[in-house]
C-alpha cells in the first residue's frame, strides 16, 4: 500500500501536464488563497468596527455560529444546482464554490478580530484615547497591535480549514488536489486517492509553517513575550541617543 | 488655572456622580481629589479631559471652554496617568513614552531624545527604553506612565489613583520622586486618590468629596487636619489627625549638643562623650551612624557597627515638629536627632522639648481663633 502510494507520488508523469499534481496544486492554492483573500476582506473589518464599537457583537456571536453549522457539501450543491443556472458560464461552479469556502472561513477570522480587540486592555485603550488619539489611531495603533494574535490564530485556522475543504469543488467539476481523491475513487485508482489526500495534507501543514514564521515577525515581541537580549539593547540605545543628541 | 463651574454628571441610569461642582485648582499647584469610593473623583477628573461629558456646567482651563475645543486637541494639552499605567504593550519604552510628541508631529529623533531625557528625569534606568512594559515592574511601569504624560510637557497633569496599585514602599518612593519632580516642573496637577495621608502628603489642596458628588471641604492639608469643616470630613480625615497635623508645623527647636563618638574610639572615650548612658555615633562628615550604649563597649575594645543602635529616626532642623517628635520618640536615647540639609548632626532635642514648642503653637493659634471670633462677632 505505502510502496504503492509513494510509487504514485514519485512517477514524474503525474507531476506534468494540464492535469498533473504540479497544475492541481497550484489551482488548489488559488481557490483556498481566493476564498482566503475575501475572508479576510469581510472578517477584518467587521470583526474590528464590532470590537472597538461594541455595536452588533451579539448579533455577530449568533451568525457566526449558524454559519459554522452549515454543511460546506451540501450547501456546494444547492447552490449549484439552485443557483448555477443563474451565473455566467465561468462561474457557474467557481462562484458557488468559492462562496462555501468563504462562508466557512469568516466565523473564524471574523470572531477572532472581535474578541482580539475586546480583549485590549482596558487601561491602555484608555490611555491612548486619554493622550488624545482619535478613534482610528486607538484602533490602528493600540487595538489592532494587540489583537494581532488572535486575529492571526482566527486566519491560520480559516486557512487550515479552506485548504482541506477545498477538496470538495472537485465534484462539482473544478480542479484541485480534490480531483485525484475523486478521480482515484471513481478509478478505484486508491494509490491516486490517498496519494491525492497526503498531498492535501502535506500542503496544509507546509502553509501552516510558513503562517507561524510569519507570525513570528508580525506581532510585537511585547506581547508574544519573546525579549531581545538586555546587553544587546543597552548598546542600541547607546548609539541611538548619541546619533540623536 | 482649572475651574469647575457648577458641574453636574447624571450618568444614563440616573446616577448622579457630580452634584455642581465648583472649583478652582490653581497653576502650578497640586489640587487632591479624595473622598470614599463612588464619591466621584474620577468622574471629576476625566469631564476635565472630557473622556466623560457634563451634563451640565462648564469646566475652563484658564480662559478657554473645554466644552468649545475639539477633543483630541484638547487631551494632547493634558497629561493623563490612570492607575494601572496603561502602558501599551506592543510598543517599547521609548516608543510608549514618545507617544503625545508623535501625535504631535514632532520627528522621530527629537521624540526619542525627548524620551530617553525623561526617563532620567523620572529615575528610570535608560537600560530599560529598549524594554517593553511586560519586563517592568509595577512601580516602573507607573513611572514610565508618569514620563508618558509628560513627555509633551503639557502645563495640565490629570492623576487618577496613579500610585495605588503598588507595596507601600515603592509608593512612598513613588510620592516622594513625585513631589520633587512638581518643585522643578510646577503643573497645574489634579491628583485623586482615596488615601487622606497621600492627599495630605502630596496637595497644595484638598478637596474632600462625598458621595453623591458633592464637595465637602476645599482647604490646605493643615487646615484640612486641624480645622475639619464637618462631622464626615472630621471621620474621613482619621482620628490621630491631631498628630498628623504636626506634619505641617515647623517651628525652631533649640538642638542641645550632643558629644559624639566615632569608630574606633575605646570604651573610656565612650563612657566620657555619653550622656544617660548613650553616646551618639557620627562618621567622618558628622553624619549620624546611631547610638552606642556607653556601658556596653567592653574595657579595650572600640566602638564598630556591630555595637550601633540604629533605632532613631532623623529629623531635619527645619522640618516639621512631627518629624522631630517621632526622633525623639524613636531614639534608645530618648533624644531626638536633628540633622541639617547635608545630613550632618546639629544636636538633639527631647519628646518633652518638642511638646512644649508644640503647646506654644497651640497657644498661638487660639489666641488667633478668639481675635478672630471678637472681630467677626
Ligand atoms: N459609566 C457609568 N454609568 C453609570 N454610573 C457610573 C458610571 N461610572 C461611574 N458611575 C457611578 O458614578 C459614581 C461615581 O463614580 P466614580 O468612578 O467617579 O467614583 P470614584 O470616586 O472615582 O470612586 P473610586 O474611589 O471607587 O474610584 C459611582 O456611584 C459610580 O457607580
Ligand atoms: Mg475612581
Partial sequence: MINGIIEWLSDGEHWSGPDGITARLLEHLQYSFSALAVVLLIGIPIGLYIGHTGKGSVAIAGSANALRALPTFGL?????????DKLPTDWIYLGPSLFVLVVLGVPAVLSNTYAGVQNVDPAARDAAKGMGMTGMQVLLRVELPNALPLILSGVRSAMLQIIATATVVAYVTLGGLGRFIIDGLSQQDYFQMAGGAILVAVLAVALDLAFAVIQRYVVSRGITGRYAAPAANADVVAAESKASV | MIKFESVVKKYPDGTVAVN??????????????????????????????????PTSGTIWLDDQDTGKVSE???????????????????????????????????????????SLELMERVGLDPNFARRYPA??????????????????????????????????????????????LQSELGKTIIFVTHDIDEAVKLGDQVAV????????????????????????????????????????????????????????????????????????????????????????????????????????????????????????????????VLIDENG?????????????????????????HDEGAVSGG
Fill in chain 2, 209 to 336: 468629596l462625598k458621595v453623591g458628588g458633592t464637595l465637602a471641604q476645599l482647604a490646605s492639608p493643615a487646615e484640612l487636619l486641624t480645622d475639619p469643616v464637618d462631622d464626615f470630613v472630621a471621620g474621613f480625615v482619621g482620628r490621630d489627625r491631631g498628630y498628623r497635623a504636626l506634619g505641617f508645623e515647623s517651628g525652631t527647636l533649640d538642638a542641645a549638643s550632643e558629644q559624639t563618638v566615632k569608630f574606633g574610639d575605646d570604651s573610656a572615650t565612650v563612657l566620657r562623650a555619653g550622656r544617660d548612658g548613650w553616646a551618639l555615633a557620627v562618621d567622618e562628615a558628622r553624619r549620624p551612624l546611631g547610638w552606642v550604649r556607653s556601658a556596653a563597649v567592653p574595657s579595650g575594645k572600640q566602638v564598630g557597627p556591630e555595637l550601633l543602635h540604629r533605632g532613631g529616626t532623623l529629623a531635619s532642623v527645619s522640618g516639621s515638629l512631627r518629624a522631630a517628635l517621632d526622633a525623639a520618640l524613636s531614639s534608645p536615647s530618648g533624644r531626638g
Fill in chain 1, 76 to 84: 456546494l450543491l444547492y447552490l449549484v444546482i439552485g443557483y448555477g
Fill in chain 2, 20 to 53: 455642581g461642582l465648583d472649583l478652582v485648582a490653581p497653576s502650578g499647584k497640586i489640587t487632591v481629589f479624595v473622598g470614599p469610593s463612588g464619591c466621584g473623583k474620577t468622574t471629576s477628573l476625566r469631564m476635565i479631559n472630557r473622556m466623560i461629558e
Fill in chain 2, 72 to 114: 483630541s486637541t484638547l487631551r494632547r494639552g493634558i497629561g493623563y496617568v490612570i492607575q494601572h499605567a496603561g502602558l501599551f504593550p506592543h510598543r517599547t519604552i521609548v516608543d510608549n513614552i514618545a507617544t503625545v510628541p508623535l501625535l504631535l508631529g514632532w520627528d522621530k529623533k527629537k521624540a526619542r531624545a525627548r
Fill in chain 2, 135 to 180: 519586563q517592568l515592574s509595577g512601580g516602573q511601569q507607573q513611572r514610565v506612565g508618569v514620563a508618558r504624560a509628560l513627555a509633551a510637557d503639557p502645563p495640565v497633569m490629570l492623576m487618577d489613583e496613579p500610585f495605588s496599585a503598588v507595596d507601600p514602599v515603592v509608593r512612598g518612593e513613588l510620592q516622594d520622586e513625585f513631589l520633587r
Fill in chain 2, 344 to 368: 550632618a548632626l546639629v544636636g538633639t532635642v527631647t519628646a518633652a522639648e518638642v511638646v512644649q514648642r508644640i503647646e506654644s503653637h497651640l497657644h498661638a493659634r487660639r489666641d488667633q
